[in-house]
């Protein structure tokens, strides 16, 4: 399942700042479930199998603490700064969703 992006519904040079957050927060809660999920199954992996899973773990928490931090930048951000700081965190919450949905993809093998 691929991570949604907030422009993939909207022209992102029209979304106001209110509404990319509300998607991104909806995404960072959406991964915190998988992620939850994937920890109870590393838990329960055998030993040979729960390295890599630990690793692939970490790696997605760290870009779930990344998508939060951006969000509380975006916050931080004045409604009338947000023009111009809208497409460094459209690019930057890209990158996040692209590697977020190739450690998953890599699981899934």
């Known amino acids: 399942m691929s991570a949604s992006r907030p422009e993939d519904s909207d ?10 957050k509300a998607k991104m927060v909806s995404q960072i809660a959406e991964w915190t479930e ?3 999920v994937l920890d109870a199954e ?10 890599d899973l630990r690793a692939r773990l970490a790696d997605l928490r760290g870009i779930e603490l990344e998508a939060q931090e951006l969000v509380a ?5 004045a409604e009338d700064s947000w023009n111009a700081a809208r497409s460094s965190v459209i690019d930057a ?3 996040m969703v692209g590697t977020a949905d190739a450690v998953w993809d890599a699981l899934k093998r």
Do not use: C, F, I
């Open 93 to 95: 919450w890209n990158r």
């Open 11 to 20: 022209d992102p040079m029209q979304t106001t700042r209110a509404e990319y």
């Open 42 to 51: 590393v838990r329960a992996a055998g030993a040979s199998a729960r390295s």
């Open 73 to 77: 930048r975006l916050d931080a951000t």
């Open 34 to 36: 998988r992620l939850d």
